[in-house]
C-alpha cells in the first residue's frame, strides 16, 4: 500500500472525536510510510487528515474539481495538487492513484464514493482493500444494514470481507496491510425461468 485514497467530510461534524481521529489517521499513514490521496480541500475532515499527515512530512496529493478550487476550498500547502473537471474525473483519479481506500466519517458525498468503490471490488475492477474507520460507531447502521443485505440474499457472504471495518486506526491499517483479494470473477448468478 503506497498510497491510500481517503474519503471523508468536508464538514467536520459535531463531535470533537471526528477531527481528531481524521488528524490522526494522517499522521499515522504518514508515519508508516504511505502517501494520501484526497479530495484536495483544506476544510472538514478532508483538511484535518492533511494537515495530519503534512505535520509529519507526509505525502499528500489532492484531486479538486475546478469548480470547487473556484470556491477557495483548495488546501494550498500539500504535496501536489491535480485540478480535474467533474466529481467523476476526481473519483476516477483517486482510484487510479491508490493502492487501498479508507473512508471516515461523511455525508452523502462520502457514502457515495464508499459505495462505488465497495461495487468496484465486487465487479472485481479493483482489488485494493477497502477500510472503514468507525470513529464513534458512525458506522454501525451501515454495517447493520449489509447484514441485513446478506440475509435477505442481496448481497452474497463472501462480499462482507470486501469491507474491513475498525474503530483503531492501526488494527485497521494492519487488516488493509494483509488483506487478501476475493477470487470473485463470476459475481452474478443465472436464473434459469
Known amino acids: 500500500m503506497k498510497y491510500i485514497s481517503v474519503f471523508c467530510g468536508s464538514s467536520s461534524g459535531n ?16 508515519r508508516r510510510g504511505h502517501g494520501i ?11 484535518a487528515v492533511a494537515n495530519g499527515a503534512l ?8 484531486i479538486i474539481p475546478e469548480f470547487l478550487k473556484q470556491k477557495e476550498l483548495e488546501h494550498k500547502t ?3 495538487m491535480h485540478i480535474v473537471e ?3 474525473e476526481r473519483k476516477a483519479m483517486m482510484n487510479e492513484l491508490s493502492d487501498a481506500i479508507i473512508a471516515l466519517p461523511g455525508g452523502y458525498g462520502t ?5 462505488e468503490m465497495l461495487t468496484w471490488a465486487q465487479l472485481a475492477l479493483h482489488k485494493k482493500p477497502i477500510g472503514l474507520l468507525n470513529t464513534a460507531g458512525y458506522y454501525d447502521p451501515l454495517v447493520s444494514m449489509s447484514e441485513m443485505m446478506i440475509s435477505k440474499g442481496f448481497l452474497k457472504e463472501e462480499y462482507r470481507s470486501l469491507l474491513i471495518v475498525d474503530n483503531d486506526i492501526e488494527a485497521l491499517l494492519n487488516a488493509m496491510e494483509s488483506f487478501v483479494p476475493l477470487e470473485n470473477d463470476k459475481w452474478f448468478e443465472t436464473t434459469v425461468t
Open 15 to 30: 463531535e470533537n472525536i471526528f477531527a481528531e481521529q481524521a488528524t490522526l489517521l494522517g499522521k499515522t499513514i504518514a
Open 78 to 80: 500539500i504535496t501536489r
Open 111 to 115: 457514502m457515495e464514493e464508499l459505495f
Open 86 to 88: 467533474t466529481m467523476h
Open 37 to 47: 490521496i484526497y479530495g484536495g480541500a483544506h476544510v472538514g475532515l478532508m483538511g
Open 55 to 62: 505535520e509529519e512530512n507526509g505525502e499528500v496529493i489532492g
